[in-house]
């Protein structure tokens, strides 16, 4: 097992890492500092890993669970109401805790209602999905999606454990692993340059889902993405670099219905736009983005847009986009591989060469 720190005063906490973790009791229940926990989970995931967890809950005097539907398209207020009614239901006390098994939807759900459960109530995170692994589990954002805009209803709240099962990404299926791949590919593009070349060595291993790569892989973008968090918590300068792609990418899922494409396949497309966006600003070379391309086709991720998606679509969606601040749409751009820069003067003709660069009608 490996171990890190979110490193954030008061409200840290740690992210164990390792193989079979949910079958040692002992991680999960030194976090439970009361005596009532409520497990969140879904369809898929509760046949596979519910009973582990409440095997590992086993001497907690009261433990419920609630199963949600799964997939992007129920990550709403309509469903965390329903971890209301069942905190409610089941008469769960400030001293519960929010147990989130599942992926990035369950996650950001549990999150958030926990955030707001009677003004807040302790939250617990243990990703089953790569991309939540490496990415939405850390660093306290949490909510729901809006039909007009991506994780437009949400808080920042902390949890107190990550717990990462890395044998969990052994019943993943082969199209959820490469949209967490996704997530992977960014932390090298942003922050991490040497992360890229071990990436790019490596990527046949996680694809074949080598055990030491794939720990490896998770455990270096947990701690790239500590360190960013531990930096900037809620996001009011430097943590927006995470969102490298995220901005085109949300534009996709919004305007192709959420569940469409996957997060991750979208954040693909969107990273492609926004380096050769970069490219033509004159910051990195076209050899760079020749580069991110050539990693994502052998993740069997796309990279060009979806092709019934015109600029103003883009424009549209991205107006309403949370990083957009006085009216101004900030873009995270690179200055070269392993440095991003959030950016709020580029100029619409360049967005929308860049756009068309990308199979944008």
């Known amino acids: 097992m490996h171990s890190l720190n979110v490193d954030l005063g008061e409200r840290s906490y740690p992210i ?21 926990v409520l497990v969140v989970t879904n369809e898929t995931i509760a046949p596979l890993y519910l009973e582990q967890i409440l095997q590992s809950l086993q001497g907690v005097d009261k433990v419920d669970s609630i ?41 950001d759900m549990s999150g958030f209602a926990a955030a707001c459960y009677q003004r807040g109530v302790d939250f617990v995170q243990v990703p089953t999905t790569l991309l939540s692994q490496v990415d939405s589990s850390v660093g306290g954002k949490t909510g729901v999606n809006h039909p007009l805009g991506k994780n437009m209803i949400g808080a920042f709240y902390q949890p107190q454990l990550v717990l990462i099962d890395i044998n969990t ?11 967490g ?20 060595a490596n990527i046949d291993r996680l694809l074949a889902r080598d055990p030491e790569a794939l720990a490896y892989a998770v455990e270096r973008s947990c701690a790239d993405k500590a360190a960013v968090v531990a930096e900037d918590e809620r996001e009011s300068g430097r943590r927006a670099i995470l969102n490298f792609g995220h901005t085109f990418g949300h534009a996709i899922e919004a305007v192709q219905g959420y569940g469409n494409w996957l997060h991750g396949e979208a954040v693909a ?7 050769e966006l970069s490219r033509l600003r004159g910051w990195i070379s076209a050899s760079d983005v020749a580069r991110l391309r050539d990693l994502l086709t052998k993740a069997n991720l796309p990279q060009q847009s979806p092709k019934d998606m015109a600029v103003e679509d883009y424009m549209q969606a991205m107006s309403v986009d949370k990083k957009v601040q006085d009216g101004r749409l900030r873009l995270v751009l690179l200055r070269e591989v392993g440095d991003a820069q959030i950016v709020a003067d580029t100029p619409r003709e360049l967005l929308i060469e860049a756009l068309h660069n990308c199979g944008v009608g």
């Open 16 to 36: 164990l890492i390792g193989p079979g973790l949910l079958k040692e009791p002992q991680h999960l229940q030194s976090y439970i500092r009361g005596r009532q």
């Open 67 to 107: 199963q949600l539907p799964d997939g992007e398209a129920f990550k709403t207020l309509d469903t965390v109401n329903r971890i209301f009614d069942a905190l409610l239901q089941h008469r769960h006390d400030r001293s519960t805790t929010v147990v989130a098994l599942g992926g990035g939807v369950v996650g």
């Open 169 to 179: 990404l052994s019943t993943l299926p082969d199209r959820e692993l490469s949209a």
């Open 181 to 200: 791949i996704a997530e992977v590919i960014k932390y090298g593009m942003i922050c991490d340059a040497p992360f890229m070349d071990w990436l790019e």
């Open 269 to 275: 497309a969107g990273m492609v736009m926004a380096a």
